[in-house]
């Protein structure tokens, strides 16, 4: 078994907050104030309740008894899965009743998931758009569907949910209708177009998606009919669609209605529930991780896209998607780009590729003159260019990529009058989209930059024109993950994202009133990706069989990412091994012995061989920090022991054995072709510092320096500022005595040993006990937060506090890097 490693790159995203505006209530980021999910136990025992009574009915009187003021939103009754109501609370302070009412299983706070956001969407103009992919199949190829629909299967009788924006049913690929009998044969709009997170939703039956475009995108890979004129067809493209509307237009929504949605598709009985959604947790405990992963206990296959925050490193994955038992869905980049190219004039040389999906659209014939004839200049163009430039008007201006930023670069040559610009790759830039403002400015690859530089030195008097001519061009990191594809694990060491599928530059339908037609990525494209390959293996093995998708071995320079689904592998195999992954968790709670069961499936004898063969261990966070890397996350060579109880052995048809392996870390287990991947990380997570003290600003109160008093009125409050360098199960703050000396008296291991994760109520208030916390003697608790995610990069949490000041923060101390590896 190999060791993995994915690999990501580019720019850093920032998650700020802004200090200047204070966030209301006693609320991170993502929190609605005073919202709540209650989840209550359903047995008859509980005081207060009535045989006759809604199984929530006996929290709601007691909050009315004790003259709480609330509001219900949507109610819960799935047993087995979720019962209990969304409650609105108006007083913070009633929190304590809510909290006391009897029969509480879990109290989790209602969070924000954002719009989905593509990474790239490019709208296709029609048949003659030169940027069409001249292979629209290559993703089927790529993961064996091609071979499934030349044996005529393609989802047949299989019921798949889509819990997105709604569903432009008005496509004629798409069936072009609602209702039993099309395609779209159902769904229902939990929201309306015009809701956004806070408004009021505006339910009714029509999941039309005319505005978005998201979920439109999302049912055509799954869905979209063949024959139409851009050769697209969905992966299962016979199965039947429902489409569960919930966003409008804009904005995001509430995580009560993603779980209301859920729940529907329970009760609709559907096969297969994809959600190409998902706020960053980084834990498997959010109300939606938690719902998601037990409806997909319950029998339904729930695949969820793993994010889109690659360049933000690892420990940054998505709910739902982190839920344990739900198929979190990496992506990988489709292998053929359709992109420009320049025309050379004056020499005989190929046309030279520049990436963009559009002509760059300049008419004439330019000569080339570069701002550095030494092509391995570090800094081209990063200063003044000298006096001895010429006016750069009617030339097309050759620049190195590297030390400063494109932007400025372009800044630095339009002074010379420079009105277009190529800049080559420097070998780190890489040879990517970019879009620098209102200026004729793309990239080229390395060699092309070099020959062109080349050609100035020669003085040979080339010319580049810009003809619209698109060409394909093999995607040099084409079935690779994609640049944007989440890390995992989650903060509790589930093994996210655990398979890939075509995410990036994928064509598919898009709302008739938004153009037909859209090339697009993100997660959210290789999600449906793997709900229609689910339905396939449905279809081909019966509904009862359970799924396992199998993964192929993805390449990503020299070390491995989570697999890139084989479907037709997944269907013909007839070896399984399971469970499919083995999880070691971390130092702290190190389960060194694993079993895995392989059984040949098979009619015939097959003789096994068992190996380890070690592979990549990534470095998650760098010796000389205390937060995570960004991406492409750093790979090291340290690997795992692992002693396997067996070499090999030979099955008869439908036999099967255990494999059991001692796993030392760092390190890894073999690789079969079927093999459970494993993933352990090695360090005690629990000894990870939380807070960010390494810049000397957070944690703070803003704006405070000195003794300051608050009046409590209008913004008048303080505000706690702080950045979380690593996700945390637990931060209370609390309110001490100034003049206290504090020492960290905290024992990491009484906060992760609280329970099951599952089943741990989750509070967002103070559980307002005791006088003293870890021994510190407390005037109050202030606020609490459970399961919250880490900031990210630059950014920081700032939250407002109801009390006075004399607040202290606990901290842990130092510890080394931490790797994790995984591997399959
Ligand atoms: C909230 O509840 C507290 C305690 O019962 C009470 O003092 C306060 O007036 C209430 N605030 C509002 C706005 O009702
Ligand atoms: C796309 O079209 C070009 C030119 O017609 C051809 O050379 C290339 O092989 C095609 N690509 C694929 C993947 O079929
Ligand atoms: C669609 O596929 C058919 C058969 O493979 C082929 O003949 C036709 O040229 C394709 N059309 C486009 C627009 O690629
Ligand atoms: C080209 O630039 C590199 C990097 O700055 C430098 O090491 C090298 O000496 C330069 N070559 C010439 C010929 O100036
Ligand atoms: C692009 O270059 C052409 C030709 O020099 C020029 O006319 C045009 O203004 C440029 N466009 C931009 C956006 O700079
Ligand atoms: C390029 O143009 C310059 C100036 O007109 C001329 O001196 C030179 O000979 C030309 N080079 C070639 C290779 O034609
Ligand atoms: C790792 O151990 C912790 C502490 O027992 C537990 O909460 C967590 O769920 C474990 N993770 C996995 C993947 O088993
Ligand atoms: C805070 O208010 C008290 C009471 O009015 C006053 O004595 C004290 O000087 C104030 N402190 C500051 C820093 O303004
Ligand atoms: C804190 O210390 C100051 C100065 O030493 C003293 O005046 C004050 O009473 C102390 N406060 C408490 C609550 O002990």
């Not at 205390?626 to 067996?646: D, E, F, H, K, M």
Request: proline letters at 7%; a negative charge.
């Amino acid at each position: 078994m190999k060791f993995l490693a994915a690999l990501v790159s580019l720019s850093l995203a920032v998650n700020y907050v802004s200090a200047d505006v204070p966030i209301e209530g006693v609320t991170a980021l993502t929190v609605v104030p005073g919202q709540f999910i209650v989840e209550v136990d359903t047995s008859s025992h509980i005081p207060g309740k009535r045989s006759t009574d809604a199984p929530h009915a006996h929290v709601l009187r007691h909050l009315t008894e004790r003259g709480v003021n609330f509001n219900v939103g949507h109610e819960y009754n799935t047993p087995g899965i979720l019962v209990g109501a969304a409650i609105t609370l108006k007083n913070a302070s009633d929190a304590k009743a809510l909290q006391e009412s009897p029969g509480i299983v879990a109290i989790r706070p209602v969070m924000l998931i954002p719009a989905p956001d593509p990474v790239e969407v490019h709208v296709i103009s029609g048949l003659g758009d030169p940027n069409l992919p001249n292979d629209t199949q290559s993703t089927h190829v790529l993961t064996g569907v091609d071979k499934l629909h030349a044996e005529g299967r393609f989802g047949e009788g299989i019921k798949i949910g889509i819990i997105d924006t709604g569903v432009d049913y008005t496509h004629p690929s798409l069936g072009g209708g609602f209702g039993p009998g099309f395609k779209i044969a159902g769904g229902y709009d939990f929201v309306g177009d015009a809701y956004e997170a806070g408004s009021t939703p505006q339910p009714d039956n029509d999941p039309l998606d005319q505005c978005n475009g998201h979920g439109t995108r999302v049912a055509g890979i799954i869905g979209a009919d063949p024959g139409n004129i851009f050769n697209i067809s969905g992966v299962a493209y016979k199965s039947t669609l429902t489409a569960y509307k919930v966003f409008g237009c804009i904005g995001s929504v509430g995580d009560d209605i993603v779980v209301a949605a859920l729940l529907r598709g329970v009760a609709d009985k559907q096969d297969i529930l994809t959600l190409s959604l998902g706020a960053p947790s980084a834990w498997s405990t959010t109300t939606t991780s938690v719902v998601a992963s037990r409806v997909a206990a319950s029998g339904i296959i729930v695949t969820v896209a793993a994010g889109n925050n690659g360049a933000s490193g690892g420990w940054y994955t998505t709910g739902p998607g982190n839920g344990v038992d739900v198929i979190a869905v990496a992506s990988i980049d489709n292998t053929y780009l359709q992109l420009q190219t320049a025309s050379v004039q004056g020499v005989q040389h190929d046309p030279i590729p520049y990436h963009q999906l559009w002509s760059l659209g300049i008419s004439g014939e330019f000569p080339i003159y570069a701002t550095s004839t030494n092509t391995s200049v570090v800094d081209d163009a990063c200063g003044p260019l000298p006096d001895s430039t010429p006016d750069l008007s009617d030339y097309v201006t050759i620049v190195r990529a590297g030390s400063c930023t494109l932007d400025w670069k372009a800044a630095q040559v339009a002074t010379k009058g420079a009105n277009i610009v190529l800049f080559y790759d420097d070998g780190l830039t890489g040879f990517v989209k970019i879009n620098i403002g209102n200026y004729n400015a793309s990239m080229i690859q390395a060699a092309d930059g070099e020959w062109l530089v080349s050609q100035f030195v020669a003085n040979t008097n080339i010319t580049l024109s810009f003809p619209d001519a698109s060409t394909p061009v093999a995607y040099p990191v084409g079935g690779l993950i994609s640049y944007f594809s989440s890390y995992g694990p989650t903060n509790d060491k589930y093994f996210k994202p655990a398979v890939a599928a075509p995410g990036g530059n994928i064509p598919s339908t898009y709302p008739l009133p938004m153009g037909t037609w859209a090339v697009l990525s993100g997660t959210s494209m290789a999600t449906p990706f793997i709900a229609g390959s689910a339905a396939l293996l449905l279809e081909a093995k019966g509904r009862t069989t359970g799924v396992a998708l199998r993964a192929q071995h993805i390449r990503n320079n020299g070390a491995d990412a989570p697999g890139l689904v084989d479907v037709y592998k997944s269907i013909y195999t007839e070896t399984t091994v399971s469970p499919g992954e083995l999880l070691l968790n971390d130092t702290a709670y190190y389960r060194k012995t694993q079993s895995f069961t392989v059984k040949n499936t098979g009619k015939s004898i097959k003789t096994y061989t068992i190996s380890h063969v070690p592979a990549g261990t990534a470095l998650t966070i760098p010796s000389n920090s205390i937060q995570p890397a960004a991406g492409p996350v750093p790979l090291s060579t340290a690997y795992a022991n692992v002693q396997l109880s067996t070499t090999g052995f030979l099955l008869l048809p439908g036999e099967s054995r255990q494999v059991t392996a001692f796993i030392t870390p760092p390190a890894a287990r073999r690789k079969t072709r079927t093999s459970p991947t494993y993933l352990g990380l090695a360090a005690a997570l629990k000894d990870a510092p939380i807070f960010d003290n390494t810049q000397a600003i957070y944690p703070r109160i803003h704006g405070v320096t000195g003794p300051q008093n608050f009046t409590f009125n209008s913004y008048d409050y303080p505000i706690l500022e702080y950045r979380l360098s690593f996700g945390t199960a637990l931060l209370r703050i609390d309110l001490v005595d100034p003049n206290i000396t504090l020492t960290t008296t905290l024992n990491p291991s009484s906060v992760a040993e609280r329970g099951s994760v599952l089943d741990e109520p989750i509070f967002t208030f103070p559980h307002g006990k005791p006088n003293t916390f870890a021994q510190v003697s407390i005037i109050g608790a202030l606020t609490e937060l459970d399961y919250f995610p880490r900031d990210l990069d630059l950014g920081y949490t700032g939250i407002t506090l109801g009390l006075e000041l004399g607040l202290r923060i606990q901290r842990s101390g130092n510890m080394g890097p931490i790797a994790f590896c995984y591997g399959h």
